[in-house]
């Protein structure tokens, strides 16, 4: 079994920055694949950026690019989510997810692709 848990989040001006982060463990061996998403009341998850194993590949959503960062603790599962410029229309609960299955050495994008999540962490942008 593994835990995700997330920290951080609260209240935040929108053009604001704000970081969260997140910690996987429990039967964790290795470095794994890790990511954000994100969903706002009546939505659905959506993506926001992944990582792989080694911190070396990142992907982002679109819509975050050039503005939000993920990173890691070298060969550890911690994550963190660096967000800058922060709009109200980002405001929702932000969830950490993990992969425990084969991964290729890639990050992912999709739901289906992970397997452990946080409890997720609200994150209330206001103007």
């Known amino acids: 079994q593994v835990q995700v848990v997330e920290s951080g989040g609260g209240l935040i001006q929108a053009g604001g920055s704000l970081g969260i982060s997140c910690t996987a463990s429990?039967?964790?061996?290795?470095?794994?694949?890790m990511g954000w998403f994100r969903q706002a009341p009546g939505k659905e998850r959506e993506f926001v950026a992944g990582?792989?194993?080694?911190?070396?590949?990142?992907g982002y959503a679109d819509s975050v690019k050039d503005r939000f960062v993920i990173s890691r603790i070298h060969a550890q599962n911690t994550i963190f989510l660096r967000m800058n410029n922060l709009e109200p229309e980002e405001t929702a609960v932000y969830y950490c997810?993990?992969?425990?299955?084969?991964?290729?050495?890639?990050?992912?994008?999709?739901?289906?692709?992970?397997?452990?999540w946080g409890q997720g962490t609200r994150v209330t942008v206001y103007s």
């Open positions: 429990g039967r964790t061996a290795s470095a794994l694949p």
């Open positions: 997810t993990t992969r425990t299955r084969y991964h290729d050495g890639s990050w992912y994008r999709e739901v289906d692709e992970y397997d452990y």
């Open positions: 990582i792989d194993w080694s911190g070396v590949r990142t």
